[in-house]
């Protein structure tokens, strides 16, 4: 929408404000004169802005619920109601403004992921080098790279090697070494030293202008919002202009339409989903999650598959340290040191995490000196006079023979996926560091979060190599893992699952921008990521909190619902206005009032989205809180990682040793691990507890406490009086196990915990979170009250947005009634005698069926190459109507009888193959009883059949699988032609060449024998309880006032003998049609004159003189009827003698 548009809007809720407010003043200083051109003056330039609004949408092919406002408006002026059209018009201009509001959005540019792209490459002529443009890189032009920069084209390695961080491009976490010849991608990064490069592309063909161009198609492609209200627009319109045509036709008076096209407005379809989709946008805001307008919202809320990205969505991103394996009787924390303090030299990725690690372990780190680096291997230096060597094996080691703990750690590297760092300390191997991506903390939760918000279907797609990938497919129970797919390929996986259903991705690289754009929503996660996922994304998560994807989904349905909940109240109450409008009770102010205090209500209602929770709920948890729980564990995590290296270290050490890890391992537990748990069970527990709806899960957890403390017990015994002298093996074994045990027993202990604080904090609508500052440790008593403070600092407002809400409707309907008056429709009221109801002449609406109608449905889906029938045709039971393009389907007939032909051949060949096999087996059956051949080669013989036999097996299975395949193509091939079921006339067609059809549509509705008709009527209660199954009726439409159409009574909805029920009732009168001058579909304004009843003697010998006047009405219009038409009916019915001998009766 352009800027202009919405300034005209904004300027006309003043206008109308303002001539609402002058005309209020006006009236009550006695100027009605004023009041009323005060009144118009508001309405007039809302009239005609939204009259052009509405003729340009016409001519692009829309129609919404705009066009009740503007006649409710129009009607107004021109009947001299000014204050209704003025109300009218404030409530239209303030409902344009705040969905100009909801859905208006910030144009969507690629101008962050343009300005990351390289615009220079550093170009070597001989031995000068020059800065150019990349546009004028030319094919095998050599490029140099500096360290850190972005590759700026497609090449290969010229020089020695090259570290690549390709993470952004194909998702693989570790830097990849690219060796001599071997092909960089640009876009990627140079985290190794210098390297030349020639260029195999030009800047137009390389990889990062691939991309850009995949997400500009991507985003071009995707359809334009359409506003929620839009969708009912072609049913309320119709039926609210039928109501007050009715109400005119009925009552003859024009104020009291006018009444019920005020009270119709639809104001609460306008100003409902906007306001609500505000809110959900405001609420996800508050939880970090930008939402870029109310059309992805809407569209999340409808999301039935996930898709992730791995690196940096479901796992940390990048290398990580994740265990140090030593030699004997080197501490883990000694060896990182010396490794840290060396790489403080080097420039490789691995390096820094690896002084980071160090740094944050608070380890103190010695500058290298004689530093000497081989690039891709590792570098080697002294450190306090020590030679300290840390990269490759190769590097650090040589061919040498390694120690068997350094093999263990080898293998273990490689089932875990991990990338194995050497640390050797004058020339012998004192360490291995594991690097690896691991999954965040939230994973596993932000999975089993998605599928209580009811995603059906969770994928991973990533660049990433097939091993790890599935490995973290089995740990979350995905659905399908898809691996080693490059950028094109993540959108044709994307497109295909949206194809199915409507799919959201989840991602945060440049590789990733693509398939974001593609899917029906991207959700980027724009902490970390890259600029460009985050502007192809229609959704940024902007902290790094992998389970703000649940929220986002649970936000947007509850949104949602609460949209149609206030949109189906707004139109229901509206209803009711219409319905009292219609009978009089309300004139067009009250309904305008009416309208406007319902929409009020609606309105509050639909701002239920901007609170976290109902008004009733209890608060949830601070996730300040939380953070200060969360940060106790990961305290506690050192420990453990302490506990594991014991452990191991128990393999392989003497007594003393070992008695010393024990009781080392007993110290920590006992002032650590005792001690956080037993003040979890006194003092956390109690408190978490308020804030969940079920306390299982606690109780659970408390028995996880008992039996981390019965181990720690078990330790304890064991460690007393423990001596070297006294260890036995089995007693170092036997604690083993039990610190293996608790070390196992508190890591998922922890995990759990976690999940539970985070479902008592995480509830929609929570405050940002604390920053997490340090906090003394649990075990000291001192944590507890850190997290006492963060929940008493936390703000418990609680809204009462539904309670207003409900006051606020109430409020409307008793408004409501008490403008209740009048005597409109009172001739029509249950208890009014029917003799004053004029029975001679019944007027009411009518709709016209056939006597025997059916619909001509396609049976395959396609596109419609051919109609051949058309209204008024005369078909035949099995008629060609349309035709469906056959050429899809035939082309499957055709491929499934190649594939036959090919199965039948390889049926053939696996039964010559067995025939084959079985001589060769009864061959080597008759030398082995003759002792001529070895038992060995019966055997193989054997097998050879048997699997020769499987062959046969699994190839008629084949046969018998594409022969079905091809029977279903062939069917689905002859119902390409869409035939009649019945003989009979065309009365309806919905279907035009190259329409796309889908099965089970209805193109066409064929009735048996027009000349025969069925009129389906509403009429009262009184009016019903009247007549009789059998009764003849004269009849007349409003189309041919003039002709008589003659009919029977053959189906009433109640019992005839009913005397006080209410309501309307259908009564169904078959009639004659001969000159097929009532088309079936056809709904028209009837007056229908009942002349005979098939009613009881007793009633016909007490006839009121009202019934007298219409039998006698009803005898002499039957002498204008027709003939030909009283056969017809007569045929029909099977009673013509008996209709005229009642009639005479």
Not at 29 to 49: D, K, Y
Not at 675 to 685: A, L, P, Q, S, V
Not at 1018 to 1024: E, G, L, T
Request: aromatic share 4%.
């Amino acid at each position: 929408m352009k800027v202009n548009d919405r300034t005209i809007r904004r300027a006309l809720i003043v206008v109308a404000l303002g001539g609402l407010a002058v005309g209020l003043v006006a009236t009550l200083a006695a100027r009605s004169e004023i009041a009323h051109w005060a009144w118009i003056t508001g309405t007039a330039p809302v009239i005609t802005v939204l009259l052009f609004a509405i003729v340009r949408d016409l001519r692009a092919g829309r129609m919404g619920v705009d066009l009740l406002a503007l006649l409710s408006m129009a009607a107004a002026l021109a009947l001299g109601e000014t204050l209704a059209g003025v109300i009218v018009a404030v409530m239209y201009a303030s409902g344009q403004a705040l969905e100009d509001y909801a859905v208006g959005r910030a144009e969507r540019d690629l101008k962050a992921l343009i300005d990351r792209a390289p615009r220079v490459a550093h170009r070597k002529r001989g031995d000068a080098l020059e800065d150019v443009p990349i546009d004028q890189v030319a094919v095998w032009d050599t490029i140099l790279v500096s360290a850190g920069e972005v590759v700026p084209i497609d090449g290969q390695v010229a020089s020695s090697s090259a570290l690549i961080d390709e993470s952004m491009l194909t998702g693989e976490p570790l830097p990849v070494m690219r060796q001599v010849g071997e092909a960089v991608s640009s876009g990627t990064i140079n985290v190794g030293e210098t390297f030349e490069m020639r260029a195999s592309a030009t800047a137009g063909d390389s990889a990062y202008a691939g991309i850009v161009r995949m997400v500009t198609a991507a985003q071009t492609a995707k359809a334009p919002f359409i506003r929620m209200a839009d969708r009912y627009a072609l049913l309320l319109v119709p039926v609210t202009l039928c109501i007050t045509g009715v109400t005119w036709w009925l009552s003859g008076d024009p104020i009291r339409a006018l009444a019920v096209l005020v009270a119709a407005t639809p104001c609460p379809l306008i100003l409902a989903a906007p306001a609500a989709f505000i809110g959900g946008t405001a609420q996800a805001a508050r939880r970090g999650i930008l939402v870029k307008g109310g059309g992805p919202l809407e569209t999340l809320a409808r999301i039935h598959t996930v898709m992730f990205d791995k690196t940096g969505t479901l796992t940390v991103g990048g290398a990580r340290l994740v265990a140090v394996e030593t030699a004997p009787g080197v501490a883990p924390d000694e060896a990182l040191r010396l490794a840290a303090s060396l790489e403080q030299a080097s420039h490789h990725v691995l390096a820094a995490t690896i002084v980071s690690t160090a740094q944050s372990k608070g380890l103190s780190l010695h500058a290298p000196d004689n530093v000497r680096e081989a690039l891709g291997s590792g570098l080697e230096g002294v450190i306090e006079g020590r030679k300290v060597s840390v990269g490759s094996l190769q590097f650090v080691h040589g061919e040498g023979r390694l120690e068997e703990w350094a093999r263990r750690a080898a293998r273990r590297a490689s089932w875990r996926s991990a990338l194995t760092v050497f640390v050797a300390v004058d020339g012998r191997v004192i360490a291995v560091l594991l690097f690896g991506d691991e999954l965040r903390r939230e994973t596993p939760r932000a999975i089993q979060a998605l599928r209580r918000a009811g995603v059906a279907r969770i994928v991973m797609v990533t660049g990433d190599r097939a091993e790890p990938a599935e490995t973290i497919g089995a740990a979350l129970d995905l659905e399908t893992v898809l691996a080693e797919r490059v950028p094109s390929d993540k959108v044709d996986a994307v497109v295909m699952e949206r194809r199915l259903a409507p799919t959201l991705m989840v991602g945060d690289g440049i590789n990733d921008a693509p398939a974001l754009a593609a899917a029906n929503v991207g959700l980027a996660m724009g902490a970390r990521g890259a600029s460009a996922s985050s502007e192809a994304a229609d959704a940024v998560i902007l902290v790094d909190r992998l389970d703000r994807v649940a929220e986002a989904v649970a936000i947007a349905r509850r949104t949602r619902a609460i949209a149609m909940q206030s949109m189906i109240a707004g139109m229901g109450l509206s209803g009711i206005t219409m319905i009292a409008a219609a009978f009089g009770y309300v004139t067009p102010v009250a309904g305008a009032l009416i309208q406007e205090a319902i929409d009020v209500s609606v309105i509050l209602n639909a701002l239920r989205a901007l609170a976290p929770r109902g008004a009733f709920d209890q608060p949830p948890m601070s996730e300040a809180a939380a953070t200060v729980l969360r940060e106790d564990h990961e305290r506690i995590e050192i420990s453990l990682e302490r506990l594991r290296q014991i452990a191991d270290a128990l393999d392989g050490a003497e007594a003393a040793e070992a008695v010393e890890h024990v009781l080392e391992a007993n110290r920590i537990v006992e002032t650590v691990i005792v001690g956080h748990e037993r003040e979890d069970e006194e003092t956390i527990y109690p408190r978490v507890s308020k804030y969940l709806n079920d306390s299982h899960g606690l109780s659970a957890m408390s028995r996880a406490h008992r039996e981390i403390l019965h181990q720690a017990r078990l330790l304890g015994r064991l460690s007393d009086g423990l001596r070297p002298n006294e260890a036995e093996p089995y007693l170092i074994r036997d604690a083993q196990r039990i610190i293996e045990s608790i070390e196992s027993l508190v890591h998922i202990h922890n995990a759990q915990e976690e999940d539970i604080y985070e479902h008592a904090a995480a509830r929609l609508g929570l405050e940002a979170s604390a920053p997490r500052d340090g906090t003394p440790r649990m075990h000291s008593g001192r944590g507890s009250a850190a997290f006492e403070h963060a929940l008493e600092s936390a703000s418990e407002g609680r809204g009462r947005w539904p309670m207003l809400a409900g006051a606020l409707i109430l409020l409307a309907l008793v408004a409501g009634g008490a403008y209740w008056g009048g005597d409109f429709f009172a001739r029509f009221r249950p208890g009014v005698p029917l003799a004053e109801r004029k029975l001679s002449e019944i007027k009411t609406v009518g709709v016209v069926s056939g006597e025997t109608e059916m619909p001509i449905t396609a049976s395959v889906s396609g596109v419609i190459a051919a109609v051949s029938c058309d209204i008024g045709s005369i078909v035949k039971a099995g008629q060609v109507c349309a035709e469906i393009d056959s050429r899809p389907y035939r082309l499957i007939v055709e491929r499934s009888n190649a594939d036959l032909t090919l199965a039948n051949g390889r049926l053939t060949k696996a039964k010559a193959q067995f025939a084959r096999a079985q001589a060769t087996y009864e061959r080597a059956q008759n030398l082995s009883n003759r002792k001529a051949i070895a038992s060995s080669a019966l055997t193989a013989s054997q097998k050879l059949l048997e699997q020769r036999q499987a062959d046969v097996v699994r190839a008629e299975a084949s046969v018998a699988l594409i022969e079905a395949a091809l029977s279903s193509a062939r069917g689905d091939l002859e119902r390409t032609s869409i035939l009649s079921p019945i003989e009979g006339t065309v009365v309806a067609r919905d279907v035009r060449t190259g329409q796309t059809v889908v099965a089970g549509h209805p193109l066409f509705r064929v009735v048996a024998d027009p000349r025969i008709v069925k009129i389906r009527v509403s009429v009262d209660v009184r009016v019903a309880t009247a007549l009789r199954v059998g009764d003849a009726v004269s009849f007349s439409v409003e189309r041919e006032p003039d002709y008589r159409f003659e009919g029977q009574v053959t189906q009433i909805s109640i019992d005839p003998r009913a005397t006080e029920p209410s309501g309307k009732y259908d009564v169904v009168v078959t009639a004659a049609n001969p000159d097929l001058r009532l088309a079936p579909g056809m709904s028209t304004t009837i007056r229908m004159t009942p002349r005979s009843q098939a009613a009881p003697a007793a009633r016909r010998r007490h006839k009121s003189p009202s019934q007298s006047a219409d039998d006698a009405v009803s005898q002499k219009r039957r002498q204008h009827t027709r003939s030909l038409g009283r056969s017809v009916l007569a045929r029909h019915l099977g009673g013509g003698d008996n209709q005229t001998g009642a009639t005479a009766g």
